[in-house]
Every structure is written in C-alpha cells, then in structure tokens.
C-alpha cells in the first residue's frame, strides 16, 4: 500500500510515520518546506515531496493508494488562516486525489465538526472549517473514512481508546494515540465510515474491530 500523508511535519503527522512503515506501507510525506527532508526521512518517509495545500498537488498525489490527511492550523489560529488550510486545503486536496484516481481519503477532523454551535465560540469557526471539508469528503463520491478525536493532548500514549459514531463526551486523546488509529484505520476496511475517538478502555485495534 501507498499513502500520501498531508501535514507530514506536523505534530500528528511525524508521529504517523514510523507507524505506517512498521505496517511494510510505503509512506509519501508531503510538505510545503524540503529543508524538512531529513528529519521526516529519519522517521522512515520512503519519499519527501514538496507540496502547497493551497496550489497543485498533483504530483504528489499521483500512484498513490491512500491519502491521510493530517494537516491543520490548529484551533487557536485565525478564522482566515482555518479556512485556508481545513476547509479549502482539505476541499482541494480532495478534489484533486480524486482527478489522480486515489482510491481512499482519511480524513482527520475534530469531535464537533458536525455541531460547530455546540463547541465554545472562539472555536465555532474552526468546527465549521472542518465540517464543511468532511460534508465536501462525503459528496466526493470518494472511499473515506473521517477520525474525529477530542481534545489532542501531549501527554504519553496509553493506546486504548472509545471509538463510536458519536460520543456525548468531548474528552481528550492524545496525538500519539491518534496517530496509532490512524495507522490501524489505513490498513482497516472502513470505507465510507466516521467516529469519534477520545481516550478510553479497549486496546486501539480491539476498537476498531468491534466498530
């Protein structure tokens, strides 16, 4: 299997990798900075492509299995910055994997995403970004799977988690862990299939398994 990973540098996306290729995937990372070549190949990237969410993303799409798209600008970054990257970075990435014949999206968006107005103010927008790419995934006629995790902490992985559609508790996760559901949910037969994940009791593949 070959997967496109977006947002490789990221904090969610450089913990990704080493798992991946623990699994024999052959990883693309893509980044908008190659001066980010070394570090991310020391991790195990197969390859290192030089990409802008915002611009052409063709090349680093093509002969790829699986996109995983991890990139963000965070839930504490301006609403216009949010919907450059979230919403319209996703929507293009999207569309493009699409025209290249990718055949699966993983999406990684956020608990709320459905239900902005339930979230704290300051953060509606954010939601709402990540919403609006999700709806954008489901009507893409695309395979998709969306990872929806509560609040991301940088706390140790405990790699055990609650996985469901939806879950009344916006709790917390950890990147580590998130990175690990990601991984399993590559090599899972989740096609067109959405949960929230937040830290919890089942170990991480037992979870998956059981949804």
Not at 39 to 44: F, H, Q, S, V
Not at 89 to 115: N, T, W, Y
């Amino acid at each position: 299997m070959k997967v496109l990973i977006a947002g490789a540098n990221g904090k969610i996306g450089r913990r990704l990798i080493p798992h991946l290729v623990a699994d024999n995937i052959q990883v693309r990372a893509m980044v908008r900075d190659l001066s980010q070549k070394a570090d991310l190949a020391l991790l195990g990237a197969h390859e290192v492509v030089e990409a802008d969410l915002e611009g052409d993303c063709s090349e680093a799409l093509e002969g790829q299995d699986v996109v995983i798209f991890t990139a963000g600008s965070g839930p504490h970054t301006g609403p216009e910055k949010t919907i450059d990257v979230d919403q319209n970075g996703a929507i293009s990435l999207i569309d493009q994997a699409k025209e290249q014949g990718v055949g699966r999206f993983i999406m990684v968006s956020s608990m709320r995403a459905d239900d902005p107005a339930s979230g704290p103010e300051k953060l509606r927008h954010y939601f709402t970004a990540k919403g609006k790419a999700d709806d954008h995934l489901r009507a893409s006629g695309l395979n998709y799977t969306i990872v929806r995790p509560g609040r991301l902490t940088e706390e140790p992985p405990l790699e055990k988690v609650e996985i469901a559609e939806k879950l009344k508790n916006f709790g917390d996760i950890s990147r580590e862990d998130v990175a690990k559901v990601l991984s399993e949910t590559a090599r899972a037969e989740l096609d067109n299939r959405e949960f929230d994940v937040i830290a919890g009791s089942t170990p991480i593949r037992e979870a998956l398994d059981r949804f």
